[in-house]
């Protein structure tokens, strides 16, 4: 069957609108756990649930409570958690599934559930898929004696606080680091600071107060402004600014400027391969990463790995390949060697490890490679829309293409969590690239 559920995050939308209503969820919960516990199998099962700080976390989470339950799961709630967390969690706790409730960086409108295999990465398109035909099926509850058990954990935050820490060099502390950490109002409100503070850093802590409703809003890796304003603000050395689940980051250094996640790579690539710890001499990111990174990279004998958008397909080119450094350039750092999935917070102490251990400043640091201009600008579309199929918008496209040739690239896509299309491009003489740019986006909205 065609997927029209999940998408390239797991199951995303606006709350309390198809496809994330109550009902949804129970029925995507039934489904997971008739999924993972197959017909006459009657020995336990577990799953672990975490969520963010959304209003819509509770009536999300209660919902896939029930599903789960109905058929024979037993159910683990986390709480507020990163999403990183779960995925180390379900493998910690021995789960059959994890699942994450959350949108990430959207607004807090929006929500999303995201599964996670026993091995605590996320589900492959096969399994989704399969997920989705149940859905669309009759799902067969369990018998009355073998209905799930459900059990909040208290202590899943201290468990991937304890986790976090370890993935620093040992001996190694942040005494005399003034850190700014930014965490979105979301689900690493907590755990962030605690693992920078026991780790000897004085934290200046924003994005902390959660309310249901301000997650993402002007804070986070998708506002970065608001941890560079406070950076200057406190003459810290270091900005961290992680996203609503905490599975991305965006660095901001001591003279408040924004360093992306392809920064953060080519760093970390440098540093790995010089101990000899970066396997098969590459890094995964996706096609949205800059010409600037691929450069920095064969410069030094390393290749760049290059992949659909979406942390799931890094990931997926990783495991393929046996690579274990990959991400993307709006800051999801996949470090296998540590995390099943992007892990903002562990991606930012190997920053700070960086900073510890040759005394460079952030700004040093965070300016690894000169970035071939590049412009990105999203046109949202009508629901049934498909402008990316106009013969005047493929004709603009070709166009562009064509005349930036040998200098540049041009990338179209369909966002796979939102109705926009994204119009990227990269040219060395920036007034072309911004016509190049400029046309395509002009077109597409006439389109839409």
Request: hydrophobic share 45%; glycine share 12%; with cysteine.
């Amino acid at each position: 069957m065609s997927r029209g559920l999940f998408g390239t995050d797991g199951v995303r939308g606006r709350a309390n609108t198809h496809p994330m209503t109550a009902e949804m969820a129970l029925r995507l919960g039934a489904a997971a756990g008739r999924y993972f516990r197959r017909e006459g199998d009657d020995s336990a099962h577990r799953v672990v649930i975490g969520k963010d700080t959304r209003l819509s976390g509770y009536m999300l989470e209660n919902a896939l409570t029930a599903g789960l339950t109905s058929t024979g799961m037993n159910v683990l709630l986390l709480g507020p958690v990163p999403t990183p967390a779960v995925g180390f969690l379900t493998r910690s706790m021995r789960a059959d599934v994890g699942i994450m409730i959350s949108a990430s960086h959207n607004p807090a409108e929006d929500n999303g559930i995201k599964f996670f295999g026993p091995d605590g990465f996320k589900l492959s398109d096969e399994a989704e898929a399969a997920i989705e035909a149940i859905v669309a099926g009759d799902i067969t509850p369990a018998q009355p004696a073998n209905i799930g058990r459900a059990k909040r954990i208290e202590d899943g935050r201290g468990r991937y606080v304890e986790y976090a820490k370890t993935t620093f060099p040992a001996g190694r502390r942040l005494d005399g680091l003034r850190v700014v950490i930014d965490c979105a109002n979301g689900a690493a409100y907590r755990a962030a600071p605690d693992v920078l503070w026991e780790l000897g850093a004085e934290v200046i802590p924003i994005g902390v107060d959660p309310d249901g409703r301000n997650i993402n809003a002007g804070v986070g890796s998708t506002h970065p402004e608001a941890c560079a304003a406070a950076v200057l603000a406190h003459g810290a050395h270091l900005g961290i600014s992680l996203d609503g689940d905490a599975d991305r980051v965006i660095i901001i250094d001591e003279k408040g400027r924004v360093a992306d996640g392809d920064q953060i790579m080519a760093l970390m690539a440098a540093r790995w391969a010089a101990q000899g710890r970066l396997r098969g001499d590459a890094l995964v990111a996706t096609v949205m990463s800059n010409l600037g990174l691929e450069h920095f990279l064969s410069g030094r004998g390393l290749r760049l790995e290059r992949t659909k958008v979406g942390d799931r397909y890094v990931v997926e080119r990783m495991r393929e390949g046996g690579f274990n450094l990959g991400g993307e350039q709006s800051g999801h750092i996949v470090m296998t060697d540590y995390a099943t999935t992007g892990d903002g917070l562990i991606a930012a102490m190997q920053f700070l490890a960086a900073m510890a251990e040759t005394g460079d400043s952030a700004s040093t640091l965070a300016a690894q490679f000169d970035p071939v201009p590049q412009m990105l600008k999203n046109v949202r579309y009508a629901a049934g829309a498909d402008p990316l199929s106009a013969v005047e918008v493929r004709a603009v496209i070709a166009d562009a293409e064509a005349r930036l040739a040998g200098t540049g690239r041009v990338l179209i896509r369909k966002s796979g969590t939102e109705p926009l299309i994204r119009v990227m491009a990269e040219a060395d003489n920036e007034a072309v690239l911004r016509e190049v740019v400029d046309g395509i986006v002009a077109a597409v909205e006439k389109a839409a």
